[in-house]
């Protein structure tokens, strides 16, 4: 087996793990970064707890798990393509940089650049191949939201024309009570599927590619962090004991935690640009609050939310991002290791 698969089927494997045990945060998250919210109507109904409370109350302990089965998949596609092609070009970065040395160009070592031109050529790749699962996983998770809406609208809507034909009050009760009882429940990847399909053909799969490529820099930032932290680490302790040493599992996550926290913070806004696309747009029937692109979105949440739109939920996407990416940082590298002892005993 070559490096670089026992660096995707690391990768993949760590990524499950990371995803499970940080789900139902990602699904409030989500939740939290396409809940359109006007510049002045800001309260504590956005916060991961309420959110979380809330979730449990509509939908059970299950519905923070919506989604759970395609994002998993996601997960497993996503890191394994990620890491396998990650380390295709690292190799083929510390190859180059080792004939420079030899040409007597530089130390050998892999310079913050092109650290940046490996992640983000992985990345590029990865969010082109597995878009498709992503947008199914966003619509998944904000599905009731979205129907919520949808009937509160309709109920505002209702509201209204009694109040300009006059409708008897019975008749108002009877109405209402008919609209209340229809209650959004969540639904399959089929259905997700066929809805994107509906809306906006095979191309709809792509949704949201657009910020989604340029939040490549995310994970590049992300890796460019870490692997300077580890040489440094390991060049340090090379320098106190004579001999490379390997950093510890402890160590790994401190270090993947740093590197995750310092990408979220910078790439954010992209990440709910991304969210906002690819949830379902027919929110409320109000036409500021659907997006036709990237752009569009953009304009409408300046306009209509302000700039702190940009950051809805980001510290529980700080909470659970830098959690989760330490946890996949901390399970990919000792299962590399593992790897290379049984590579070694064969």
């Not at 923070?64 to 998993?72: A, C, I, M, R, W």
């Not at 580890?230 to 270090?255: D, G, P």
């Not at 036709?292 to 409408?300: L, P, W």
Request: proline share 2%.
């Amino acid at each position: 087996m070559s490096s670089a698969l026992a660096n995707g089927l690391a990768g993949a494997g760590g990524g499950i793990i990371a995803q499970v045990s940080t789900y139902p945060l990602q699904i409030v998250n989500t939740r939290q970064q396409t809940e359109r919210v006007a510049k002045k109507g800001r309260d504590s109904r956005g916060s991961a707890l309420f959110q979380i409370l809330q979730v449990v109350r509509n939908e059970g302990l299950l519905g923070l798990y919506s989604g759970l089965k395609p994002s998993l998949l996601g997960t497993t596609v996503s890191q394994g393509v990620y890491y396998y092609f990650y380390q295709v070009f690292k190799n083929k970065a510390e190859a180059i940089a080792s004939a420079n040395k030899k040409k007597g160009r530089g130390d050998g070592s892999v310079g913050v650049f092109s650290w940046l031109v490996v992640a983000a050529l992985a990345g590029s790749l990865n969010v082109l191949l597995t878009n498709p699962i992503w947008i199914l996983v966003t619509r998944m998770q904000t599905h009731t939201q979205a129907e919520r809406k949808i009937l509160e609208a309709k109920r505002q809507s209702l509201l209204k024309e009694a109040s300009e034909n006059h409708f008897t009050a019975a008749s108002l009760e009877a109405k209402l009570s008919e609209l209340d009882s229809s209650k959004p429940h969540p639904y399959g990847t089929f259905q997700a599927a066929r809805e994107i399909y509906d809306e906006s053909g095979v191309i709809g799969f792509w949704k949201g590619v657009i910020p989604a490529l340029i939040m490549v820099s995310n994970p590049s930032i992300q890796f460019m962090i870490y692997e300077s932290l580890s040489k440094q680490l390991r060049t340090k302790r090379a320098a106190k004991k004579k001999y490379v040493q390997n950093i510890t599992a402890w160590e790994v996550f401190v270090i993947g935690a740093f590197a995750k926290l310092g990408a979220t913070v910078s790439t954010y806004p992209l990440l709910v640009v991304k969210s906002r696309l690819q949830a379902k747009q027919e929110i409320g029937g109000n036409i500021s609050l659907r997006y036709s692109g990237t752009a569009d979105a953009v304009i409408k949440m300046i306009c209509h939310e302000g700039f702190r739109s940009f950051y809805q939920g980001m510290r529980t996407k700080i909470v659970q991002s830098v959690f989760a990416a330490s946890v996949l940082f901390m399970v990919k590298e000792e299962l590399v290791k593992l790897y290379a002892v049984l590579a070694n005993r064969s």
